[in-house]
């Protein structure tokens, strides 16, 4: 789903069927869907990187070198312009923008 990719009509049931068994067995595990439906939302609404954030990750990531090497030569091909800043490249650099702000970036 994740990819977008078509669902096959076996897969579609089986899905009902495995969560139906959960609804029967353990619906406490679906208690909190609703609020990680609202969180990846807010997550992939702040799509709003600009090209001065993705330069400030560079810098702060030549210090810190949180990000491995072909998301660094990435970013530092977007604060170039090298790469173009497409709505594809902008979700690649807000995905290493969360990874480095877990690591304290930002702060």
């Given at each position: 789903m994740r990819n977008n990719t078509k669902i096959s009509?076996?897969?579609?049931l089986a899905g009902i069927q495995i969560l139906d068994h959960v609804i029967d067995e353990a619906p406490e595990l679906l208690d909190g869907i609703?609020?990680?439906n609202e969180k990846a939302a807010n997550n992939n609404s702040t799509n709003n990187i600009t090209l001065e954030d993705?330069?400030?990750i560079v810098q702060w990531d030549k210090k810190n070198k949180k990000l491995?090497?072909?998301e660094f030569v990435f970013m530092s091909q977007l604060a170039d312009g090298t790469k173009p800043l497409t709505?594809?490249?902008?979700?690649i650099a807000q995905l290493n923008f969360n990874k480095l702000?877990?690591?304290g970036f930002g702060e």
């Open positions: 009509d076996y897969e579609r609703d609020e990680l993705i330069k400030r491995k090497d072909f709505d594809r490249n902008k979700f702000k877990r690591y």
